[in-house]
């Protein structure tokens, strides 16, 4: 019999967590298959491999959705999502009872420059962002939950179903005066579009998290309509949110 009391630090931002554990074992006996760790590749794990494509392509100005913090608004380390990407997120987490723990008090609507070279995802946590990964310089991309074959990263067809996350590492940030290209960096910020209250507006006078409830299950349609909704326009009256800065 084993028993254990587990305390994890939670990274900047979140909380610990706390668990206790305790399980009774009997007449165990073991055996190791020689062949598990046959196909491991130990390269493509250190260094991931990225979607096939032309040699530099030209950057692409994409819009990203991100919930964050009202103090905190940076993108580095972080993980962003389209509208509808963003939606399954958010929708996920209130489902889970999650999203005051997560301190996300506002959402914010950005205009992001990026090389189309996507690299494997990285999960990203915390105020300052921490991730997790191999793929310290691209960005990062796959769809919603990591559905279909490497978890969508390379997956276009099935974007528009589910939609998409982002992770925006710190190395990739281009610097002032460059430009997303092969060797140079891989994103940079043009502008922020729009903060929104997500607590106040969107969750609240909106009611974004009755209406995940209501729909119970991704692809969120309705949710993901509200969401975008909320930034197009800036009336209550008209189911937007008022610009405000965080």
């Excluded at 096939?52 to 991100?66: E, K, Q, W």
């Excluded at 990026?114 to 960005?139: A, D, E, I, K």
């Excluded at 589910?162 to 997303?180: F, I, R, T």
């Excluded at 998290?209 to 729909?215: G, I, T, V």
Aim: net charge negative.
């Amino acid at each position: 019999r084993t028993a254990m009391n587990i305390t994890a630090p939670g990274l900047p931002g979140a909380e610990s967590f706390h668990t206790f554990v305790q399980d009774t074992y009997s007449n165990v006996s073991y055996t190791v298959d020689p062949t598990v760790f046959t196909s491991f590749n130990k390269t493509a794990g250190l260094d991931p491999p990225v979607c096939a494509g032309p040699s530099n392509p030209p950057p692409v100005t994409l819009d990203m959705y991100i919930f964050h913090p009202r103090d905190n608004a940076t993108l580095v380390n972080q993980n962003t999502a389209d509208i509808m990407g963003d939606t399954n997120f958010v929708c996920l987490d209130a489902l889970s009872n999650h999203t005051a723990q997560d301190h996300y008090d506002v959402a914010s609507w950005y205009k992001v420059e990026v090389l189309p070279v996507w690299g494997q995802y990285q999960l990203c946590n915390g105020y300052p962002g921490q991730c997790m990964g191999s793929n310290t310089h691209l960005v990062g991309r796959e769809l919603a939950f990591g559905v279909t074959q490497f978890g969508g990263q390379c997956n276009e067809e099935d974007a528009n179903e589910v939609g998409v996350w982002w992770s925006m590492p710190a190395d990739g940030e281009c610097k002032e005066g460059q430009v997303p290209s092969e060797g140079v960096c891989s994103w940079r910020v043009v502008r922020r579009v729009k903060t929104i209250d997500a607590v106040k507006c969107l969750f609240g006078e909106l009611g974004m998290l009755d209406s995940c409830r209501k729909e119970q299950r991704p692809p969120y349609p309705v949710t993901s309509d509200m969401y975008r909704r909320a930034f197009t326009e800036d009336s209550v009256a008209q189911r937007g949110c008022p610009p405000i800065n965080p």
